[in-house]
């Protein structure tokens, strides 16, 4: 569906700045039979709202299509992540006094990663997943979870059966939805009168400085910044009263929302939003100058890797998330540079991956065939990655890391 009018404001002064083609939907991993099955490709468009200066995509791909078909990804694949949530459960539940009559609801949750922390702190989770297999695994180890898309009927269901929360948690989560002014209207249903709704999403100047593109995909409708959230939120008596910053997935923001006058508000709200207009981040210069770079970084990838090609290496692909499956696709790069791609995760193991149609193995593939260099596609666990490759590493194998810039170690 393509999008005419602005996600937050409903302006229809769009201006689109980068375009990365069409691809498919980049969790779509594909079961070998479907590989004799057309593939659709969907356009990828960035585009900012004139208005409100959102940025966001300009075609919206249906949910059912990215998120009920057969879902791969899992949060707890890597230590760093889960590391993460536990910290970030551990940090709410202090700053919130949360204690065990809160209940915590967790939007898009996944595998549960982040509710196992706030339920071994004693408090009451419940996971909302529409994603039926993830939601499966969730359920088993012990997360309650309903396997179903966030919606009225979903919190009359949670009210009826539970409580009101204390706390909503949307993690990578609210950048995802189409229909925010739906979303938030459920969120506010859901909370009691002092809940807190805190957002966690990749932070869209992290983005533009660090050319991080390739977390641009169909999945990520929307591309986070504070000044056109402090606007939006406030149509619905709702306020912005903290944000923190976190280094998770290249730089991440945490975003702390509650009904207006119901918590202090902090300095940090205006310095942000201060400094968004300040930096000329969203100017068109700006952007203008951002997807020249996108342009030059894609040649520069291709001429290294066709370089290292041509003096007969052998190189393959390290981790197969999402934002990897931008960067093939974008850049065009498949079977004729890149002999497979390897994962720790079992949903993505025998499958092959969207658009270029790798072969996807397990990561011990990498030594059985004397691959000399790995393209490390989940370069925001980079460190992690590569020091649970140090057999790779003492046999002599490299790893190229992709962003911002193609470099060796």
Same mark, same amino acid.
């Given at each position: 569906?393509?999008?005419?009018?602005?996600?937050?404001?409903?302006?229809?002064?769009?201006?689109?700045?980068?375009?990365?083609?069409?691809?498919?939907?980049?969790?779509?991993?594909?079961?070998?039979?479907?590989?004799?099955?057309?593939?659709?490709?969907?356009?990828?468009?960035?585009?900012?709202?004139?208005?409100?200066? =959102?940025?966001?995509?300009?075609?919206? /791909?249906?949910?059912?299509?990215?998120?009920?078909?057969?879902?791969?990804?899992?949060?707890?694949?890597?230590?760093?992540?889960?590391?993460? !949530?536990?910290?970030?459960?551990?940090?709410?539940?202090?700053?919130?006094?949360?204690?065990?009559?809160?209940?915590? /609801?967790?939007?898009?949750?996944?595998?549960?990663?982040?509710?196992?922390?706030?339920?071994?702190?004693?408090?009451?989770?419940?996971?909302?997943?529409?994603?039926?297999?993830?939601?499966?695994?969730?359920?088993?180890?012990?997360?309650?979870?309903?396997?179903? =898309?966030?919606?009225?009927?979903?919190?009359?269901?949670?009210?009826?059966?539970?409580?009101?929360?204390?706390?909503?948690?949307?993690?990578?989560?609210?950048?995802?939805?189409?229909?925010?002014?739906?979303?938030?209207?459920? /969120?506010?249903?859901?909370?009691?009168?002092?809940?807190? =709704?805190?957002?966690?999403?990749?932070?869209?100047?992290?983005?533009?400085?660090?050319?991080?593109?390739?977390?641009?995909?169909?999945?990520?409708?929307?591309?986070?910044?504070?000044?056109?959230?402090?606007? !939006?939120?406030?149509?619905?008596?709702?306020?912005?009263?903290?944000?923190?910053?976190?280094?998770?997935?290249?730089?991440?923001?945490?975003?702390?929302?509650?009904?207006?006058?119901?918590?202090?508000?902090?300095?940090?709200?205006?310095?942000?939003?201060?400094?968004?207009?300040?930096?000329?981040?969203?100017?068109?210069? @700006?952007?203008?100058?951002?997807?020249?770079?996108?342009?030059?970084?894609?040649?520069?990838?291709?001429?290294?890797?066709?370089?290292?090609?041509?003096?007969?290496?052998?190189?393959?692909?390290?981790?197969?998330?999402?934002?990897?499956?931008?960067?093939? @696709?974008?850049?065009?790069?498949?079977?004729?540079?890149?002999? !497979?791609?390897?994962?720790?995760?079992?949903?993505?193991?025998?499958?092959?991956?969207?658009?270029?149609?790798?072969?996807? =193995?397990?990561?011990?593939?990498?030594?059985?065939?004397?691959?000399?260099?790995?393209?490390?596609?989940?370069?925001?666990?980079?460190?992690?990655?590569?020091?649970?490759?140090?057999? !790779?590493? @003492? @046999?002599?194998?490299?790893?190229?890391?992709?962003?911002?810039?193609?470099?060796?170690?």
């Amino acid at each position: 569906m393509n999008v005419q009018h602005c996600r937050l404001c409903h302006c229809d002064d769009l201006w689109p700045f980068l375009d990365l083609g069409f691809t498919p939907p980049a969790d779509d991993f594909l079961k070998e039979a479907r590989l004799r099955e057309p593939e659709i490709h969907y356009p990828l468009q960035v585009v900012r709202c004139n208005e409100c200066n =959102f940025i966001q995509l300009d075609y919206v /791909v249906a949910p059912d299509i990215l998120y009920q078909n057969d879902y791969p990804y899992e949060s707890s694949t890597t230590q760093t992540g889960r590391d993460h !949530f536990n910290d970030f459960a551990a940090s709410a539940a202090k700053r919130f006094s949360l204690d065990s009559s809160s209940l915590v /609801v967790d939007i898009g949750s996944n595998v549960g990663v982040l509710l196992g922390g706030f339920k071994r702190l004693g408090m009451q989770v419940l996971g909302v997943e529409p994603a039926k297999n993830i939601a499966e695994i969730a359920i088993q180890s012990g997360i309650p979870t309903l396997a179903e =898309f966030f919606s009225e009927q979903a919190v009359e269901k949670i009210v009826g059966d539970h409580q009101k929360a204390q706390v909503v948690t949307t993690s990578n989560v609210f950048a995802h939805v189409d229909d925010l002014d739906t979303f938030v209207g459920n /969120v506010l249903n859901l909370l009691d009168d002092d809940g807190v =709704f805190i957002i966690e999403a990749p932070y869209l100047l992290h983005l533009l400085d660090n050319l991080e593109y390739d977390t641009i995909y169909h999945e990520h409708l929307s591309y986070i910044s504070i000044e056109p959230l402090v606007r !939006f939120f406030g149509k619905y008596g709702m306020e912005i009263f903290d944000i923190s910053q976190v280094e998770i997935h290249g730089g991440s923001i945490r975003i702390f929302v509650g009904r207006e006058g119901r918590h202090e508000a902090t300095s940090r709200v205006q310095e942000h939003v201060r400094f968004e207009k300040e930096s000329g981040a969203l100017s068109d210069e @700006n952007l203008t100058k951002f997807s020249r770079r996108v342009q030059k970084h894609r040649n520069d990838l291709v001429w290294l890797l066709k370089s290292l090609k041509r003096d007969g290496k052998r190189i393959a692909a390290i981790s197969a998330p999402a934002k990897g499956m931008t960067l093939l @696709n974008y850049c065009k790069i498949g079977k004729e540079t890149l002999e !497979f791609v390897t994962e720790k995760s079992s949903l993505k193991i025998g499958r092959y991956t969207p658009g270029s149609h790798l072969s996807v =193995f397990d990561d011990s593939k990498l030594l059985e065939e004397n691959i000399d260099y790995a393209l490390l596609l989940a370069w925001n666990f980079k460190d992690e990655i590569i020091k649970n490759s140090s057999e !790779f590493r @003492n @046999n002599g194998g490299k790893f190229i890391i992709p962003i911002p810039e193609p470099i060796i170690v």
